[in-house]
């Protein structure tokens, strides 16, 4: 048995030994392997430390950005969106890092957002929480580059997915002319699902092993 396969026979049984267990992984319809757990409790991050030898860390939470999401709805609905798209990065971070470093290091990718490097109308708890993810992984990289740790971030544009669409409804807009306005940027077209595969596959690959602490944009130009 090769030293790698070797110990993480090792981190396995080590795991074993702890009180959690896995607990509630999708049996449903989840493109890319990935699994579901309620992010917010601290008790849910050693329940998926197995992703930490399987994938790559890919930091993915996150409710959608529109609505009436001014200061004044913070207290009732925002403090939601700070919990759901910072703070469970944080935990989840904060459990398998541990597990990375016995394992020798590896690579995490968070997820951020468009609006995470650039503001955006009614969304200021979604802007600051992803605001906060792109600050948060350079602040990851520097603590943990010594451990063979690359944390990098993905921060999309539009992309055509249920819940883009579902934001028409949310915003009263005939989904179409939605649809047509997202796609305003200069390559004409919201993004797709392997758009932003295609980035992460950079990020966890060997392609990239001296990239770290950054964000890629991806969005079609419409930052640019």
Not at 64 to 74: A, D, H, K, V
Not at 88 to 93: A, D, E, H, K, W
């Amino acid at each position: 048995m090769g030293k790698k396969k070797k110990r993480i026979k090792e981190l396995e049984q080590e795991l074993a030994k702890t009180p959690f267990q896995p607990r509630g992984y999708s049996s449903g319809k989840n493109d890319g392997g990935s699994s579901v757990s309620d992010v917010l409790k601290s008790q849910s991050g050693p329940s998926m430390y197995g992703d930490a030898y399987n994938y790559k860390g890919i930091n993915s939470c996150g409710p959608s950005m529109n609505g009436n999401t001014g200061l004044e709805r913070i207290p009732e609905i925002d403090s939601g969106k700070l919990d759901v798209n910072l703070k469970s990065i944080f935990l989840l971070s904060k459990y398998v890092i541990p597990i990375m470093i016995k394992g020798g290091g590896g690579s995490i990718i968070n997820t951020g957002s468009g609006w995470g490097i650039r503001g955006g109308p009614k969304a200021v708890a979604y802007c600051a929480a992803k605001g906060g993810v792109v600050n948060m992984t350079r602040a990851m990289a520097i603590d943990h580059g010594m451990h063979g740790i690359r944390v990098n971030c993905i921060c999309p544009g539009d992309v055509d997915t249920p819940l883009l669409r579902g934001e028409s409804k949310e915003l009263g807009i005939d989904e179409e002319t939605f649809m047509k306005e997202a796609a305003e940027r200069p390559l004409n077209r919201v993004g797709s699902p392997q758009d932003i595969a295609n980035a992460v596959l950079f990020l966890a690959s060997d392609l990239s092993t001296w990239v770290t602490g950054t964000s890629i944009i991806v969005d079609g130009g419409g930052l640019a």
